[in-house]
């Protein structure tokens, strides 16, 4: 067998960087994080807490280089020693595991030679089988509580308008042109899935055993997300009848399935989106995710109950201020457990019936390998001192690793993934500021990478990375394309302006309609501050960020010339052209701006970057994916046209098949950061003679 080695200790990666940065394994032995380490990394994800509560199944997960993508296995960690071993592994990636409610079986999504399988494993024999041949790839899978039965959410075909006329003949070895490709719908094209196929997600079930899969749903808009009854008779589902229901695709509802008729009703009822919902152990009631919908451009989830049948909804988070998702219930269902963003970290919080929140695990995340995002998984299985909590471990130093912590206990990381490529590697320094903004004093959070034999002397240049949402949070989680500014000699900053979320409603809300705006000043106050310390060269400093901060990196070299030069990637530049064309236009015309193109023009001018092209110094390379339908391709032609035709430095960079996420490949992560470098080298005053 194979065992992972155990560390016991959350202090062992600090103290190897103490060890490292002290000159303990020689001065020849310490080098910078290279392009070609990308490939090396390795982290954990997607824990799961068998029934007993004795082990583990997660996801380990690092980069193949032979298919230029992320691949994962199966493994197991024993609780109580901590020893890890293999589960199941091979050529392809393997995944989505849960166990059956007895821990006797565990199904898991094989996807191998181009194709994805459920597949259902019994843990004593280590047999398994495929459950079924399926159209889609399934999503959402969940056992039924008698184990006989597993629902799951798939992708169901169906016809579109069809304009089609007798065609005239064809002979057999032509080389005719592909047909014309018909539209009738608003949606017809999704970012990293293309143009829509004619259908709809609907929930299956299959016998656990393997048959043929019957759908439960059907019509609607789709439905998702499906959770069973305590006795196994219904499924709650996700979805929205409504019409119109393309025109305000936020909006959801909940509703009870009956699992031998397909009879539907509807649980919820409001504008806004209700979503996830838990039913509690014993069956009595159900919990979820929602919010009531004001048509602002954030808008923070909460959680809510009731008793089923009929009980009336009731408010469960609203004096706990932070944006929760992950929903799940305690054992005895006097409480339910939430994942939430609370100031650059990503907490497991536990809120009771009566609505208290207690903060048990203030560490999750890791799992983004990029940028650092905060993102993690976590799992939870029983209660008091036999209570069992696994999850993703973020660190500045390594990406996630599995931790568990037994009742009151003292957590463990059991899993050590990276040390052998790490340990050797001279990591920056990361340093946490808060600074308060020049606009108004409120504060922001930031970070800085400081990388191996910098010093303040005011010499380094400086990367500001910024990122998107903008209703997102980073971190201080290892981060590949930070790891690689900082290699290459970057003093490398990113940080949570105001629009960021994890610190409140009210923060977030701060760039409703004012975005870009009071947020650029946040950030130019974090650079501010960092030229104070005498950490980088004023000279030297460099600006970049992606979709959200693609907008204001763009925004900031409109506001102002402080910069060398600029790597605007992916943005949005003309809020008319992104209503209208992408795939997310109704959410920016109905939540984001509020009011139509065609009645309100000055509007969407007045919020969009272009208005400030005219200002622009700032040599600039612009960079999207050619695939990309969140940010398309035209918003970064606009802002990369404007500036040639002002004779401003520009470059444009296309990137062949990628989507709005540019760096899920990592030969693209790594081509992406390289490019970035090598515009802010061409520009670097202190270069300039080279």
């Known amino acids: 067998m194979t065992f992972l080695r155990v560390r016991t200790s959350r202090l062992t990666a600090g103290l190897l960087f ?60 024993d609780i109580a020693s901590g020893l890890s071993e293999p589960l199941v592994t091979g050529k392809g990636s393997y995944h989505s595991a849960r166990f059956s409610p007895d821990g006797s079986r565990l199904f898991y999504l094989a996807s191998e030679s181009g194709g994805t399988e459920l597949r259902v494993r019994w843990l004593a024999s280590q047999r398994e089988t495929r459950v079924a041949e399926l159209e889609s790839v399934p999503r959402q899978m969940t056992w039924s509580p008698d184990g006989e039965q597993i629902a799951f959410t ?28 018909v539209i009738d ?42 959770e069973w009854s305590a006795d196994g008779t219904t499924l709650y589902v996700v979805g929205n009848d409504g019409e119109r229901p393309e025109m305000d695709p936020i909006e959801s509802e909940i509703y009870a399935v009956d ?45 809510y109950v009731r008793t089923l049948p009929n009980g009336e909804p009731r408010l469960l988070s609203g004096d706990f201020d932070h944006d929760v998702s992950n929903i799940s219930w305690r054992a005895d269902g006097g409480a339910v457990y939430v994942q939430a963003n609370v100031s650059g970290a990503l907490h497991l919080v536990e809120i009771d019936l009566e609505g208290n929140a207690t903060t048990l695990v203030s560490d999750i995340g890791g799992t983004s390998l990029g940028r650092p995002y905060g993102s993690g998984d976590h799992a939870v299985h029983g209660r008091g001192r036999s209570r069992v909590m696994a999850w993703t471990a973020g660190d ?55 990388p191996a034999g910098v010093e ?67 950030l130019m106050s974090v650079v501010d501050e960092v030229v104070e310390r005498g950490w980088v060269d004023p000279a030297r400093l460099f600006i ?47 939540h984001w701006v509020r009011g139509d193109p065609w009645e309100d023009p000055q509007k969407y001018f007045d919020l969009s970057p272009i208005r400030v092209v005219g200002n622009v110094t700032t040599p600039t390379l ?17 802002w990369y046209t404007a500036l040639k035709m002002r004779g401003i430095p520009a470059a444009y960079v296309r990137v062949p098949g990628a989507s709005h996420s540019i760096a899920s490949r990592p030969s693209r992560l790594v081509s992406k950061t390289d490019t970035i470098m090598a515009w802010f080298e061409k520009y670097d005053p202190a270069k300039a003679d080279d």
Request: proline share 7%; charged share 25%.
């Open 154 to 181: 798939m992708f169901k075909p169906g016809e579109g308008l069809d304009l089609s006329r007798p065609k005239p003949r064809r002979p057999d070895d032509a080389a005719w042109a592909d047909p014309v490709r």
């Open 456 to 522: 303040a002397d005011g010499t380094a240049p400086m990367i500001l990375e910024i990122h998107g949402g903008p209703f997102a949070m980073y971190a201080p989680t290892f981060a590949a394309e930070i790891q690689r500014y900082a290699a290459e000699g970057y003093v490398t900053v990113w940080a949570n302006p105001r629009g960021s979320t994890g610190y409140g409603e009210a923060f977030a809300k701060e760039i409703d309609q004012a975005y870009p705006g009071p947020d650029h000043e946040d």
């Open 544 to 590: 970049t960020g992606g979709s959200g901060g693609g907008v204001l990196s763009a925004y900031a070299t409109g506001m102002t010339d402080r910069f060398a030069a600029a790597a605007v990637i992916k943005p949005v530049i003309n809020w008319f052209t992104m209503a209208l064309a992408a795939d997310i236009g109704v959410v920016v015309k109905r």
């Open 259 to 303: 699992v031998a008729t397909g009879a539907r009703t509807q649980l919820t009822d409001r504008d806004g989106p209700d979503q996830s919902p838990a039913v509690s152990p014993e069956g009595r009631q159900l919990a979820w995710l929602g919010l009531d919908d004001e048509r602002l451009s954030y808008q923070q989830t909460q959680v």
């Open 185 to 226: 719908d608003l949606v017809y094209r999704f970012d990293g899935r293309g143009f829509l196929k004619e259908g709809e997600d609907q929930v299956f079930v299959v016998p656990a055993h393997g048959g043929t899969p019957r759908a439960v749903t059907d019509g609607g808009d789709g439905y998702s997300s499906p």
């Open 18 to 77: 103490l060890l490292l940065a002290g000159g303990v394994f020689g001065a020849d032995a310490a080098r910078t994080f290279s392009a070609d380490d990308v490939f090396e990394l390795e982290w954990a994800r997607d824990p799961q807490i068998a029934p007993d509560g004795a082990s583990v199944a997660w996801v380990r997960t690092g980069y193949d280089r032979q298919s230029d993508r992320p691949r994962g296995g199966l493994w197991m960690t």
């Open 622 to 638: 612009v960079m999207v994916g050619e695939e990309d339908w969140r940010t398309p391709t035209w918003e970064a032609e606009q």
């Open 396 to 450: 500045s130093m390594r990406p996630a690793e599995l931790a568990i912590r037994i009742g009151n206990a003292s957590a463990r990381i059991v899993t050590d993934l990276n040390s052998d490529l790490l340990e050797t590697i001279a990591l920056p320094r990361i340093e946490e500021l808060h600074v308060p903004s020049r606009l108004d004093g409120l504060e922001i959070e930031a970070w800085m990478a400081i």
